[in-house]
Nanobody, 116 residues
């Protein structure tokens, strides 16, 4: 069974940092592209970042590029999203996700709130 469990969210002041973690079970991330997305109430999900199946190439949504860093640890089967220089508009529920055989999976999400 595919399971994705996000953690690491919280309340942080503008300019602060967080590191989100996604614990994966049911498959190995070693040969899968993994994605982080975020969503605010009343809006559709927004793609944030993707790490490719080899863990080499990393793509970022324009508004987070240079501030967020996606990474992975194959040994622990975890995917991370480091959030730096956080802005109020980064407030959202953050999800990690994967597509396996045309099926999209995501976890329950972890809330990030940026507020002074």
């Amino acid at each position: 069974e595919v399971q994705l469990v996000e953690s690491g969210g919280g309340l942080v002041q503008p300019g602060g940092s967080l590191e989100l973690s996604c614990a994966v079970s049911g498959f190995s991330i070693e040969n899968r592209a993994m994605t982080w997305a975020r969503q605010v109430p009343g809006k559709g999900p927004q793609w944030v970042a993707t790490i490719d199946r080899e863990g080499i190439y990393k793509l970022y949504e324009k508004s987070v590029k240079g501030r967020f860093t996606i990474s992975r640890d194959v040994a622990s089967n975890r995917v991370y999203l480091r959030l730096d220089v956080l802005k109020i508009e980064d407030t959202a529920m953050y999800y990690c996700g994967v597509r396996i055989e045309s099926v999209d999976y995501r976890g329950q999400g972890t809330q990030v709130t940026v507020s002074s």
